[in-house]
């Protein structure tokens, strides 16, 4: 056995046939190819390119056709980290990431410790803020107003735990796939020739590499938070496949995003909420108005991940001592992080948190997380298929 990796079951979970003791009853195909996919999306979209404001940062102020390879490596290393994560944890049937990081890193797992929990901190103020702008914009209510909403939201799911999680979470990718196909027929509709002028240019900028490795990696630190959504896995074939197919769904509406951006560049990249700006062009309240609301969903979804995947890692901790987490301490935990990002929101802002904040956690989820899944992981999935 490689060492880290064991074949124990979790505690108070029995797969059969594609159904566990929770009583979800969603399709087996889903469960297993599309909903880590999902799930994955539901985490990183909420953290800025559901706003467009991460899209800008990372791949559109580089020009539009470097954004799109920008964009296509970005989700080349999502598919490939993911597929081998996959594998990873269906093996040693480790759920949560304290598991699955101390059986990669060993020791070394309290440095990825240290990166998750400034990420965790970090994209929920980037959401807190983003909360605040989007009410801002809609109602004209003070910030602090919509970053207080999203927490109890987040806290609620939070203490609600996966299954609930697994079924707003499925529910809210396809009703965001709906509105970003709805949105980029929409600009396709007003600004199609300013979309099409727009999409071959060519900026001589390099950066562009850079940018889809450094997206692809702070990203990725959400696998830890969606390892729950794994359970459903019971062959190689369903980790890599599910692994593969999870970085397009995660990214196409992104993709949508960014095109649709094209038809307001270069206006749109000094803009804090440039999603706003693309359904203000439109000229249609109504639809701009369920797309924010939408929107604001995305928020909640991404906290909650977050924050669920840290839960998770402490109800690891107690199965192990032959315990259960009290609910009222999944609540605590949420809301102490929760308040903790919004002293960062209200500090740093949207804008500065995306290009700042994620710019130095990047880094560490690389050393930490990215290169030794494709490492030491490739090296321990081959080990056990040796031995099997």
Not at 62 to 87: D, K, Q
Not at 120 to 143: C, D, N
Not at 236 to 245: D, F, M, N, T
Request: aromatic share 14%; hydrophobic share 50%.
């Amino acid at each position: 056995m490689v060492p880290g990796f064991t074949t124990r079951t979790p505690r108070a979970l029995i797969i059969r046939n594609g159904t566990n003791t929770t009583g979800n009853r969603m399709p087996t195909f889903v469960k297993k190819y599309l909903l880590p996919g999902f799930i994955f999306q539901s985490i990183v979209i909420g953290g800025g390119y559901g706003t467009g404001r991460e899209l800008v940062e990372f791949f559109l102020r580089h020009g539009p056709v470097n954004g799109y390879l920008g964009i296509l490596i970005a989700t080349v290393i999502w598919s490939v980290v993911l597929a081998i994560c996959f594998e990873l944890a269906r093996l040693g049937k480790n759920y949560e990431y304290r598991s699955f990081v101390s059986a990669l890193l060993g020791k070394g797992w309290i440095g990825f410790e240290v990166v998750y929990i400034a990420s965790l901190v970090i994209t929920v103020a980037v959401i807190g803020s983003a909360s605040g702008e989007l009410f801002f914009e809609i109602i004209g209510w003070p910030r602090i107003w919509g970053t207080v909403l999203m927490i109890c939201l987040v806290g609620i799911l939070a203490f609600k735990g996966s299954a609930l999680i697994e079924k707003v979470f499925s529910f809210w990718s396809v009703t965001l796939y709906a509105f970003y196909l709805s949105l980029i027929v929409l600009i396709f509709w007003s600004f199609e020739e300013r979309v099409l002028e727009t999409a071959p240019l060519y900026v001589a900028d390099t950066q562009w590499v850079l940018g889809g490795i450094k997206y692809a990696a702070y990203n990725l630190g959400a696998v830890p938070a969606m390892l729950f959504s794994l359970r459903y896995l019971e062959k190689r074939k369903e980790a890599v496949v599910s692994g593969l197919l999870a970085g397009p769904i995660a990214i196409i509406p992104g993709v949508f995003v960014f095109t649709a951006m094209l038809s307001q560049y270069p206006q749109v990249v000094k803009d804090a909420l440039p999603i706003n700006t693309l359904l203000g062009s439109l000229g249609i309240p109504l639809f701009q108005l369920m797309f924010q609301l939408i929107l604001f969903g995305t928020f909640i979804e991404t906290g909650a991940g977050m924050i669920h995947g840290f839960n998770e890692r402490i109800a690891g901790v107690y199965q192990e001592r032959g315990g259960e987490m009290p609910r009222y301490l999944r609540l605590g935990l949420a809301l102490g992080i929760l308040v903790l990002a919004i002293f960062f929101a209200d500090r740093f802002g949207l804008v500065k948190l995306i290009a700042e904040g994620y710019g130095m956690i990047t880094w560490g989820y690389w050393i930490f997380f990215v290169l030794p899944v494709l490492t030491l992981g490739i090296w321990k999935i081959s080990k056990l298929s040796n031995r099997a």
